[in-house]
């Protein structure tokens, strides 16, 4: 798992944004820093690190300059015009970078229990943490899966998600993960794919996803084409919970088909 600066995390546009990260926070002096912190041997100091030596100037004006800049964002983080206008309805770049960052890096051990930001922090997982496909015993049984290509679980689709949709039995799907590129949509491609969920979900089945708004403005549409709405878990301004490892999404919702 230690593969050393060249792997697969540090190639395509995933791994420029890692480039340009580790840049970024060298120049503003807090890259040796950050690795102290991704060795800490407790919260508690990785908490003294953050607050005294990496929190002001990470999250400073120049790099939250960047952060707004549409172009740049799009290129480093995949975040398109559409979102980024969510985020600013409802405040700033700044308040919303340190909503991210603060509670993360206040309540979750990075060296022990949050294999995501150590690897963009090292560049690599390490064998006490890692995602759980990668330890041996699952990684193992993950490979017994795919010698099995009669029991495999997984159904590739090379379509958009509508016509994936679209060809399915009516009713098919009890259940559908759409992460947050909803948040990319216009108001049609959105009534379009919700109207799709809804005839391939069965009664009963849910959506769910995530968002860059607190209140996504789609939850109206989905309220207006059959489906109960109700929010699971949504980030406030100046909060110091984090609403999972990563805490890059400011709400996480549930749509039930009525």
């Known amino acids: 798992m230690s593969l050393g600066r060249h792997n697969l995390y540090t190639t395509g546009y995933s791994g420029l944004a890692l480039r340009c990260l580790a840049v970024v926070t060298k120049l503003l002096g807090v890259s ?9 041997s407790s919260l508690t100091d990785q ?8 929190s002001h100037n990470l999250l400073s004006s120049t790099s939250i300059h960047i952060l707004d800049n549409p172009l740049a964002i799009w290129r480093l983080m995949g975040v398109p015009s559409n979102q980024l206008k969510m985020l ?4 700033s770049m700044s308040q919303y970078v340190r909503d991210t960052l603060d509670p993360v890096f206040l309540s979750t051990h990075i060296s022990t229990n949050n294999y995501f930001y150590r690897m963009l922090i090292c560049q690599q997982y390490s064998q006490t943490c890692c995602p759980d496909y990668l330890t041996k015993p699952v990684f193992g049984k993950l490979q017994e899966i795919a010698r099995n290509t009669q029991d495999t679980t997984f159904n590739i689709h090379t379509a958009t998600i509508v016509d994936t949709l679209q060809k399915m039995r009516p009713g098919e799907l009890s259940k559908a993960v759409i992460m947050d590129h909803m948040d990319w949509c216009t108001s049609d491609e959105a009534d379009a794919e919700i109207d799709a969920l809804k005839t391939a979900l069965k009664q009963g089945g849910f959506v769910l996803w995530r968002s860059a708004a607190r209140i996504p403005w789609y939850v109206a549409n989905f309220k207006a084409l059959g489906f109960k709405v109700e929010a699971i878990s949504v980030r406030q301004p100046n909060t110091q919970t984090a609403l999972d490892r990563v805490n890059m999404y400011a709400s996480f919702y549930k749509a039930t088909k009525l």
């Open 47 to 54: 908490i003294k690190i953050w607050c005294s030596r990496v």
């Open 88 to 91: 600013h309805d409802e405040g």
């Open 32 to 40: 040796k820093d950050l690795k102290q912190i991704s060795g800490a």
